[in-house]
């Protein structure tokens, strides 16, 4: 009699309990990402992130972010990935082999978070400071087996449904062309609206493409306010019922660091900054959109170093020339921000996006 009464306490107990603790949950359940925005510094590991900290008197946007973690980015043939493979693998959870872009190690394309999205009903966008056919962007907008084949991925993006929107430079690809075919005329004619600056946009709903250069644009600060600009202007044409998705890069963090050119180094640093202050205005306003910063590779073997050994002086230090192993930071807000924490794969970045986003 004693045990069945006990019995019956302890049932009545775990059902008040457990309808509570669920009510609760229900209430924390996160909600599911709207829009989300990714962000690659191209060749930005942790020290490229202190080095804007280290030289910055505010408080820097990198600092507003609540969640953080670590991306391994080696590539499916070298320990030290190039950005082709090592955007491919952000943009479509696949390792690849070093130059190739959205394909897998069979040369089988693979779709990328940009067209799953876009799939979905989404709007989608692409912005950067280099060629639009260069590695990055081309990982989420072309599938080839080279990144080296510009005027292929130019063609590729000429004819891409389900992007409205991009931003870069790259212009000769599209019209300076082994073929002599004028891809730009081409887009007109399907509908895309083209333009070589920002200011030119008239119509907000139109897909547009602004190829502000022949191939890269100028570096910061010569080439003024373009990523934040066109990054504000954007998310303004791609804000919609349904969400969108964005991509925008910090492409020539890498170029700085390739040249071991600290001064550069941190105007690009600053550049990609103001830029993500943009987007976290934009997503705090907003609470429907998730976003996710993180880097391809790191670039310079950089790091911060006391020439004297007496504490006197910090003085960045390149190690190469050429890209380095480390692993480089995840910084994340929004619905599912905290599903980027700890230290993951660069493989594993599309499938807690695609999570957060359902
Ligand atoms: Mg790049
Ligand atoms: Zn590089």
Redesign the pocket.
């Known amino acids: 009699m004693k045990t069945r009464r006990l019995f019956t306490f302890l049932l009545i107990a775990t059902a008040l309990f457990s309808s509570s603790c669920c009510s609760n949950n229900e209430k924390s359940a996160p909600k599911s990402a709207k829009n989300v925005i990714v962000l690659i510094g191209?060749?930005m590991g942790p020290a490229q992130v202190y080095s804007l900290i280290l030289t910055s008197p505010e408080k820097t946007a990198f600092q507003r972010f609540p969640y953080s973690g670590f991306s391994i980015t080696k590539s499916a043939s070298n320990e030290i990935t190039?950005?082709a493979a090592g955007g491919s693998a952000i943009a479509n959870g696949k390792k690849t082999n070093n130059g190739v872009v959205g394909m897998d190690t069979d040369s089988i394309p693979v779709p990328s978070m940009l067209e799953m999205f876009s799939e979905q009903g989404k709007k989608t966008g692409v912005v950067v400071t280099c060629s639009v056919t260069h590695a990055t962007p081309a990982d989420f907008l072309a599938h080839n087996i080279s990144r080296q084949n510009n005027e292929e991925i130019a063609l590729e993006i000429s004819e891409k449904e389900g992007l409205d929107v991009l931003f870069g430079g790259g212009k000769k690809y599209f019209t300076e062309r082994k073929d002599g075919v004028d891809l730009i005329s081409k887009m007109w004619e399907k509908g895309w609206n083209i333009y070589d600056s920002l200011p030119q946009i008239e119509d907000n709903n139109a897909k547009t493409m602004v190829l502000a250069a022949r191939k890269h644009l100028p570096e910061a600060p010569k080439r003024g306010d373009f990523l934040p600009n066109a990054t504000a202007k954007a998310i303004e044409m791609l804000d919609n019922e349904k969400g969108f998705f964005l991509m925008i890069e910090g492409s020539q963090i890498?170029?700085a660091?390739?040249d071991n050119d600290s001064a550069t180094l941190v105007e690009e640093m600053r550049d990609f900054n103001k830029t993500l202050d943009v987007v976290l205005d934009f997503a705090e306003k907003d609470g429907n959109t998730l976003v996710v910063v993180t880097a391809d590779?790191e670039?310079g073997g950089l790091t911060f170093v006391d020439p004297e050994s007496r504490y006197t002086r910090t003085d960045f230090k390149f190690t190469t020339g050429?890209?380095s192993a480390i692993f480089v930071p995840v910084f994340s807000y929004g619905p599912g921000a905290e599903r980027f924490t700890g230290i993951m794969d660069n493989t594993e970045i599309i499938s807690k996006i695609m999570d957060s986003a359902k």
Request: proline fraction near 0%.
């Open positions: 191209d060749g190039d950005s890498d170029f660091c390739h590779h670039t050429s890209h």
